[in-house]
């Protein structure tokens, strides 16, 4: 298989404008207030989301010129291997996030926790169930000493100069 | 944006060769032993990643032949958004499954909890932190009652006929 082609199914408004200073991770954006716009023809697809306090934003990291297959993680000095890190300039650059959803008007929801860049193409929205994605027992790799930096942690331009 | 471009990076290979049977979620799934064949000219983005316990695989569901906007999830008997489930039926057909990382040799990842089917295309890998992907407090939707069933639950071939 050579090529996997994907379509937009909505957009991220966030007040995030440029990668530079934006959240790298919803626990680090709490309470930034954003919305989700689901195109039209995809609204269908929303019904019963309502109900979930949470769901996984899948997007595409649209500004991202420049792959590196190792890279400094922002929690980091050192660097690592792309994939042991969540920065975005992967292969296939694809992020995932899990928002608060605070509600929904047709075909937008309005969301919390945003770390994204304002204008973030959406592939994908998927319910959180914690028993499909929370572990017990875990370990950390190279992040196990540098997560207490997380809640005030922001992009810096790194990956998207 | 009209379309967005992706290359698999890698295959994984699977006990469950097609999708009826296979469980329909890592949690469904224990003990299931897999491996993730990353692509040479990715591998060496794999540096670090075996500190990790666990990794999230980002995956085509390639099989899927019809989208609905609206499915009967397996835990269900009534109709819902694809929003709100996580069946493979979906605009863009991603798959994310959280699994554990038993080791790595060289390109291959060792993994155990497997619920894809053999030969699903890999998008990404990502490390796997609770502190970007646990939420302390949530509410489930439809899910709410249905939940227990799920360390029983195997595809019915529903999604991929």
């Given at each position: 298989m050579e090529r996997i082609v994907f379509k937009p199914i909505g957009v991220i408004h966030s007040p995030?404008?440029?990668?530079?200073?934006?959240?790298?991770q919803p626990a680090a954006s709490r309470g930034s207030r954003g919305t989700v716009e689901v195109f039209s023809e995809y609204a269908?697809?929303?019904?019963?989301?309502?109900?979930?306090?949470h769901i996984i934003l899948i997007f595409f990291f649209?500004?991202?010129?420049k792959v590196s297959l190792i890279a400094t993680p922002y929690l980091d000095t050192e660097k690592r291997g792309i994939f042991a890190i969540r920065g975005p300039?992967?292969?296939?650059p694809i992020g995932i996030s899990t928002v608060k959803l605070i509600g929904r008007r047709d075909n937008i929801l309005e969301i919390e926790n945003v770390d994204m860049v304002d204008g973030t193409p959406l592939l994908d929205i998927k319910p959180y169930v914690p028993e499909f994605d929370l572990q017990q027992e875990f370990s950390l790799g190279w992040l196990e000493k540098k997560i207490?930096?997380?809640?005030r942690a922001k992009d810096d331009g790194r990956f998207a100069p």
């Open positions: 995030f404008t440029e990668p530079k200073g934006t959240p790298i269908a697809g929303l019904k019963d989301v309502e109900g979930f306090s649209h500004l991202i010129k300039g992967r292969p296939n207490e930096k997380l809640p």
